[in-house]
């Protein structure tokens, strides 16, 4: 059973910083695809950051180029969220996500390509 744990979420203030952790169990880490999307109260999910199973990919969403940083940690099967410079736009529940198909190489920034989901762990980014 693929199982996938967020932590490190808080509340910071504006330009602070957070790093997120995705431990995922139950599958072949290193043969998959990773994601962070986000979803804040009364909007859509939104795309954050993706890497290929491969690494050689990685994709950012607009809003948050240039501040955010994933990356995978193939010995401890985990995926991070580097988060800098937050502002309070950046206030949701951040969940990390997968592919149901190891080796997968399409687009990333659609929600509905990731199969299996975290709980999220909230972030709060006060003015």
């Known amino acids: 059973q693929v199982k996938l744990v967020e932590s490190g979420g808080g509340s910071v203030q504006t330009g602070g910083s957070l790093r997120l952790s995705c431990l995922v169990s139950?599958?072949?880490?290193?043969?998959?695809?990773w994601g962070w999307f986000r979803q804040a109260p009364g909007r859509e999910r939104e795309f954050v950051a993706a890497?290929?199973?491969?690494?050689?990919?990685?994709e950012y969403g607009e809003s948050v180029k240039g501040r955010f940083t994933i990356a995978r940690d193939t010995l401890e099967d985990t995926v991070y969220l580097q988060m800098n410079n937050l502002k309070p736009e950046d206030t949701a529940v951040y969940y990390c996500?997968?592919?149901?198909?190891?080796?997968?190489?399409?687009?990333?920034?659609?929600?509905?390509?990731?199969?299996?989901w975290g709980q999220g762990t909230q972030v709060t980014v006060s003015s």
């Open positions: 996500a997968s592919p149901e198909a190891a080796f997968y190489t399409g687009a990333l920034n659609l929600s509905d390509v990731y199969k299996h």
């Open positions: 139950g599958r072949t880490f290193s043969a998959y695809s």
């Open positions: 890497t290929t199973w491969s690494g050689s990919r990685i």
